[in-house]
Structure formats: structure tokens, C-alpha cells
């Protein structure tokens, strides 16, 4: 399983649509909006401007990251058969499942890091050593159910609707959930909506670490209940096909 | 029918995890018995007792949606048997699977995109516990200069290679196949079969799927010939194309006498439109031989047979 895992990073990392979308996009973003908004000033969680836009954008980036390397990409693969041929190897259903999510996970970590080089190389950004190691590792922790929900759709759309499914959804987690313009700029129930989703709690655990308030009780509860309703969801789909794959 | 083989008794039924096992059973490579399967109200395998021993290349010969893929799903713990049983060594098929004893290459199963062969190769190896060697691999599959190629980005004919090859990476004591020449040319299919018999002559145990009877005739050992998701023949491929490959000799009789005709090797029936004479027989080579050997003369030798579906047809109106 090891090497099964190995393979499809180093597939991740080749892939030009992982590569533009979740490592180059968000860097670009970033770069943009401190020019858009200005490097100075600050937004919501009363952080400078760099450092917040600098989670956004993290947290936008591994949301595509775990997003490119399940949806549209085990759609194909079931479109192709390969899933088919997998399921005759000793590699179980187990396996190949998890397989898939720690792939995600392990795809959202370059795309994470890199944004926050970037914003330490031009913005300077500065949070302690403790504060640098909690954000990204909640953040982290935070992605997965959204790595669940790409497995769900994964198992669940057809291959060509696939790709546009996860783009739109990426987008519209994006700015519905704060990531592109602070929630506190839109109408109450738009904030309210984003709140609930789980890209903006993901992005507010940064906040939050970053801005040096250890609760969030908040984000928390809202990714927990995201997990469980991916993982569910993404594992009925997945019993849905592998019982009808072979007929 | 008489060269229709009756099944042996198969042997008796071993429960998961019975530690138990004779060496009977352990040779047998599979084996299933009533095996059936329903989907919704359609009936894809209506009772199949199989029993393919350790070494064996046995065809599974049917037409369309006689209910091979089913079969097959079935051997290899993709679906479940609505009724009936089957062992894969003395196993459930998955279990089987799990133990890296079955290597299978699936109707339109693709590859990994975005990986170059040998590294897809280098990862199926590890799911097994005992792989074949690489360079045996690269031998056996005629991989040649493939390694470093993206395995999406090959033609038909070398996806088909590295399919293969993925298939018997795992070193497996049986493969299973579904149709593996259904997308391929004569040539192609050729170096197929040749392949197959490189990885067969080790002693490995394979079950195919066809639907035709000449690459059947050709690769096994043993036909198992089903329609209508039932067993309708099991015997050596000469056998079963004597039965269903209703083979003809035809040729225009010059001089002689039509009586002689039907006292020829292997002729059923004789068939005449004027001076041109279609012999029916069951082995056209023994035909032949006696036509040139009985001293009548004749002229524009053809021999030919039935395709297979018709044979089939022809079969499933005899039975029912």
C-alpha cells in the first residue's frame, strides 16, 4: 500500500492541473489581492492584511489540492477501468480507499506551504514557531472533509461531469466562504451561509490561531459535522459502485 | 451429444477456514457449483458447475451475453453468487485475491494515467507478496522499451502488453481473462496467445473468456462452451468443434459415384446441387484424407464451417 500511495503522489505533483490550480492560482491570488488591497490595513480576526489574506488563500489552495486528487480524478479512473483492475489485486477496498484520502491530504501540503513562503518572502509575515506549526496542522486537519466530499464525488458523478463539478464547487466554497472578500463585506445571510461552510471554517482556524485566540468552537463543530456527512456520503457512493462495477 | 464430457463429482464443500484440506482440492484451481446469478429479472448464470485443475488452460466459450463476464466476476469476488458456490484453491474468491493467487485482466480495464509503466509496474508488483522478477516481466510481456512511456499515452496494442503485464506482475498461479483479444489484429492476437503460452507452460492455471471457437481450438486445453448463462459443453477442443463447428467440405465431383460420399471419414450428411457436393463433417482433416484416398475424382476443394453463432443457435434449438 505504501508504494500504491507513493505512486499517486508523485502522479500529484506531475499533475499540470494540480500544479496551476492549487500551487500556482492561490500564489497568484495572493499576490494579487495584497496589491488589490493593499498590504497594509487589516480585515476580519483584526490581522494584518498579508496574514490574513496569506490563510485564505492556504486554505484555498488545499481545498483544490484535496479536490484535484479524488473527484475528478477517481471519476476518470472508473471511467477507465483501472479502479476495476485495482479491485482484482491483493490491494483492498480499504486500502485503495484510504489510500486515495491520504494522497489528498499529502497533495494539500506543498500547495500550503508554498502559499505561506510566499507571503513570508514578500509580505514578511511574521507568527511564532508554535503559531506557524498549529496553523498549518489544524488547517490540515481541517481539509478533510472536504477531501471526503471529493471522494463522494468521486464515486458518485460520471467522469465529464466530474471536473466541472469540482471546479464549481471549488469556486463557489471559495468566495462564498470568505475566501476571496472577508465575509463581514457581504449581507447578513451570506455571512451566515459562509459560515457554515466548511472553506471558510477551515480558513478561520487559521484566523483564529494566527490572531492568537485558542477557541473556536465554532469551526470546529462545523467541520466536524462537514466530516461526517462527507464520509458518509463518500462512502455510500463508494459501496454503490463497487457493487454494481462488475456487471 | 456424446463427446460432452459429464462432470466428475465435484468434491465436498469446504467451509471458510476449515484447516483441513486434501491435496485433491488444493490442485483443483476452481471450482464452483450451481452457481448462479440474477440481475433484477434477467438471468445471467442460471447453475454453473466449473472445475478447472492446477495447470489447465480452459476456454469459456459463448456467445454474447451468455453470461461469461458474469462468470468471471463471479471467480474473482467482484459480485456476489445469488445461489451456488465457488472456490478459487480451496478459497472464496476474494480471499484468493487477497493472497495474490489470481491475476486478471478485465474487459476495457485501463491503466493508471499519469504514470509511466515502469513505475506502474514497480507499484502492482508490490501489492504482491511474491512478484515476478522485473526483467521476467519485461520477457513474458515483450515490454521492450515501454518502461519509460506514459501508460496513458500508449496505442491499443501496447496497453494491451502492459495489461498484461500487470495482470501476471503478481507472479499469480491463476489468470483469468475476459476477452483479451476482442480489441486486437491477427497479429496482435498472435503474439497474444504466444505470450499466454509462455506464462501457461510454467505451470500456471488459465481461464479465458472468448467468443471465438478458433482462438479457443487453438489455447486450451479444455472448452467449457456456455449459453444462456448455462454449461452446454465441456470436453478438448477438438471435441467441441466437431460438435459446434459444424465444419463443410465442399468441391465439385467429377466422376464417381455420389454413394461413395457418405461412407467418408467423418461425413454426417452430404449435400448435393448438381455436380457440387457440400459434405457436413465433424473432423474435415479425416474427411479430406479419405476424399483424396477413395479414388474419386473432384475439383475446387473448399473447407469451411459455420460461424459460432449459428452453431450456438443450432445447439440451444436441439436442446430446447
Redesign the interface.
Known amino acids: ?4 500511495i ?2 499517486e503522489m ?2 500529484s505533483l ?2 499540470v492541473r494540480y500544479l496551476v490550480i492549487a500551487v500556482a492560482m492561490p500564489i497568484g491570488l495572493y499576490l494579487l489581492f495584497t496589491g488589490l488591497y493593499g498590504a497594509r490595513g487589516q480585515r476580519a480576526q483584526g490581522l494584518p492584511q498579508p496574514a490574513e489574506l496569506m490563510i485564505a488563500m492556504i486554505a484555498y489552495g488545499a481545498m483544490w489540492a484535496v479536490f484535484s486528487a479524488t473527484g475528478p480524478r477517481i471519476a ?2 472508473r471511467a ?3 479502479t ?2 485495482l ?6 477496498p480499504a486500502a485503495a480507499l484510504s489510500g486515495k484520502l491520504l494522497t489528498a491530504l499529502a497533495a494539500a501540503l506543498p500547495a500550503m506551504a508554498l502559499v505561506a513562503l510566499t507571503a513570508v518572502a514578500s509580505h514578511h509575515v511574521q507568527l511564532s514557531a508554535a503559531q506557524w506549526l498549529a496553523m498549518l496542522a489544524a488547517m490540515w486537519a481541517g481539509v478533510l472533509p472536504l477531501a471526503l466530499l471529493g471522494l463522494a464525488i468521486g464515486y458518485f458523478a460520471a467522469d465529464e461531469i466530474a471536473f466541472p463539478l469540482t471546479m464549481a464547487l471549488y469556486f463557489a466554497l471559495g468566495a462564498l466562504g470568505g475566501l476571496w472578500m472577508p465575509l463581514s463585506t457581504m449581507p447578513l445571510t451570506m455571512q451566515d451561509i459562509g459560515q457554515a461552510l466548511p472553506s471558510n471554517s477551515v480558513a478561520e482556524l487559521g484566523w483564529r490561531i494566527a490572531g492568537g485566540q485558542a477557541s473556536m468552537p465554532r469551526a470546529v463543530l462545523v467541520l466536524t459535522a462537514w466530516t461526517l456527512g462527507s464520509g458518509l456520503s463518500a462512502l455510500f457512493a463508494y459501496r454503490r459502485r463497487a457493487i454494481r ?3 | 451429444m456424446a463427446s460432452v464430457r459429464t462432470d466428475p463429482i465435484p468434491p465436498p464443500l469446504l467451509e471458510p477456514g476449515t484447516p483441513q484440506r486434501t491435496a485433491a482440492e488444493d490442485r483443483l484451481a476452481v471450482w464452483s457449483a450451481g452457481l448462479a446469478k440474477s ?1 433484477g429479472s434477467t438471468v445471467a448464470l442460471a447453475g454453473l458447475d466449473l472445475q478447472v485443475a492446477a495447470g489447465e488452460t480452459v476456454a469459456l466459450l459463448g456467445p454474447n451475453g451468455a453470461g461469461k ?1 458474469t462468470t468471471i ?1 463471479l471467480l ?1 469476488g ?2 456476489a453468487p445469488g445461489r451456488g458456490q465457488v472456490r478459487v484453491y480451496g478459497r472464496p474468491p476474494s480471499q484468493a ?4 493467487l ?3 485482466m ?1 474487459q ?8 509511466r509503466v515502469g ?2 509496474l ?3 508488483r ?4 511474491r512478484p515476478l522478477p522485473l526483467d521476467e516481466l519485461v520477457g513474458l510481456a515483450d515490454l521492450g522499451s515501454l518502461l519509460r512511456r506514459r501508460a496513458d499515452r500508449l496505442s491499443g496494442g501496447q496497453a494491451q502488453r502492459v ?1 498484461f503485464a ?1 495482470a501476471i506482475a ?1 507472479d499469480p498461479l491463476l489468470l ?1 481473462l475476459d476477452e483479451p483479444t476482442a480489441a486486437m489484429d491477427v497479429q496482435a492476437r498472435r503474439n497474444f496467445w504466444r505470450q499466454i503460452h509462455g506464462f501457461a507452460s510454467q505451470g500456471r492455471t488459465v481461464l479465458f473468456a472468448t467468443h471465438y471457437l478458433h482462438e479457443a481450438d487453438d489455447a486450451a486445453d479444455r472448452v467449457v462452451v456456455i449459453a444462456a448463462g448455462r454449461k452446454i459443453a465441456d470436453g478438448p477442443p477438438a471435441e467441441i468443434k466437431a460438435d459446434f463447428g459444424d465444419q463443410q467440405v465442399r468441391f465439385t465431383l467429377i466422376q464417381g459415384s455420389p454413394e461413395l460420399l457418405d461412407a467418408l471419414d467423418g461425413v454426417r450428411a452430404v449435400e448435393q446441387d448438381h455436380s457440387r457436393v457440400t459434405l457436413h463433417s465433424g473432423d474435415t482433416d479425416a474427411t479430406v484424407r479419405s476424399l483424396i484416398s477413395s479414388g474419386l475424382r473432384w475439383s475446387g476443394l473448399e473447407v469451411g464451417g459455420l460461424d459460432l453463432e449459428t452453431s450456438f443457435l443450432r445447439l440451444l434449438g436441439d436442446r430446447t
Open positions: 500500500m505504501t508504494g500504491f507513493a505512486l508523485r502522479r506531475r499533475d476518470h479512473e477507465i477501468g483501472w476495476r483492475h479491485r482484482v489485486t491483493p490491494l483492498t462495477s462488475a456487471s | 440481475y463476464t466476476g474473482l467482484l459480485l485475491v487477497a493472497a495474490g489470481v491475476g486478471a478485465l476495457d480495464a485501463g491503466l493508471m494515467p499519469g504514470v513505475e506502474l514497480a507499484m502492482v508490490g501489492l504482491y507478496p495489461r500487470a503478481g483469468i
